[in-house]
């Protein structure tokens, strides 16, 4: 699966070997960047209004808007980002941004970890959560439902989690 989670965006003009070489040096650096940026902003920001929540994002936006020119959204590196953005969405309390990036997330998730992963349940999770703090009920149900299918698998049908975000099903 290297092929894909590495995958080049489709051009009329492919880039270089190098030019991809180079956005892969420069992607691995952003995000040890953005792993130093967000321990040092994080423990400097208690506030969810800080600056310091709003230069992650930007750090986010740019080097996405950088690293899509060449890399696909299902590009690990693309996701590792996208998954650091909706992560201060979610601290800023930003549903709808959050909500954004867990949907373009989700395919990619799904489709470069194995059927029963915890990776995969957790981001339906989210997302479910999201769609019903939004009020989009249908999706917020599909999305829970979809999440707790994996986990029933993977934890075993009784598992405390499963009667939680049932619960949460029958209170919305």
């Known amino acids: 699966q290297d092929k894909e989670k590495l995958e080049i ?3 009329n003009d492919p880039p270089s070997a190098e030019t991809v070489r180079d956005m892969i040096k420069y992607a691995r650096n952003v995000i040890e960047e953005f792993r130093r940026a967000k321990h040092y902003k994080y423990i400097l920001c208690l506030n969810p209004d800080s600056t310091g929540l709003v230069e992650l994002l930007e750090i986010c936006e740019l080097s996405l ?7 696909e959204d299902s590009n690990v590196y693309m996701l590792h980002m996208m998954y650091q953005a909706m992560g201060v969405c979610l601290y800023v309390q930003d549903w709808e941004g959050a909500l954004r990036y867990g949907q373009k997330i989700i395919r990619p998730y799904s489709k470069h970890y194995p059927s ?6 957790s981001m339906w999770l989210k997302l479910g959560r999201l769609y019903m703090a939004l009020e989009n009920r249908p999706a917020g149900v599909k999305a829970l439902k979809r999440a707790i299918a994996i986990m029933e698998v993977a934890h075993g049908k009784d ?10 099903l029958e209170d919305h």
């Open 65 to 71: 808007d950088k690293m899509g020119a060449v890399f």
């Open 159 to 168: 598992h405390p989690y499963i009667s939680e975000i049932k619960k949460e």
């Open 9 to 11: 965006r489709k051009l």
């Open 116 to 121: 029963y992963s915890l990776n995969v349940a």
